[in-house]
Nanobody, 125 residues
Framework: VQLQASGGGLVQAGGSLRLSCAAS????????MGWFRQVPGKEREFVAC????????YYVDSVKGRFTISRDNAKNAVYLQMNRLKPEDTAVYYC???????????????????WGQGTQVTVSS
């Protein structure tokens, strides 16, 4: 499984960005795809995840109502639409895949066995 994240950048507070994660290498029908973020000196933090087959989603409280995770089956891609961005959203964002086939929506990074490279998101105040 290969994951390629893109879409990061510099944006002012209140602005929007859409992150993309292109996935290849396997059929993703039973996977959970997640987005995490990390700032220097801190642990990687769960942001959102989506069950590829049924489309169920879960978000960390701090992004609920502002971020939306979605997937495009035809393109094998997962997206994170980020609106009303805040300076505290500044981080390197990573996409990840849980290929276990389990039905829950994991928030612990240890559950994800494939990771893409990060994409930097910087929100200026």
């Amino acid at each position: 499984v290969q994951l390629q994240a893109s879409g990061g950048g510099l944006v002012q507070a209140g602005g929007s960005l859409r992150l993309s994660c292109a996935a290849s290498g396997r059929t993703f029908s039973n996977y959970v795809m997640g987005w995490f973020r990390q700032v220097p000196g801190k642990e990687r933090e769960f942001v959102a995840c989506i069950n590829w087959s049924v489309g169920s989603t879960y978000y960390v409280d701090s992004v609920k109502g502002r971020f939306t995770i979605s997937r495009d089956n035809a393109k094998n891609a997962v997206y994170l639409q980020m609106n009303r961005l805040k300076p505290e959203d500044t981080a390197v964002y990573y996409c990840a895949a849980d290929t276990s086939g389990r039905l829950d929506l994991p928030i612990r990074s240890i559950r994800y066995d494939y990771w893409g490279q990060g994409t930097q998101v910087t929100v200026s105040s």
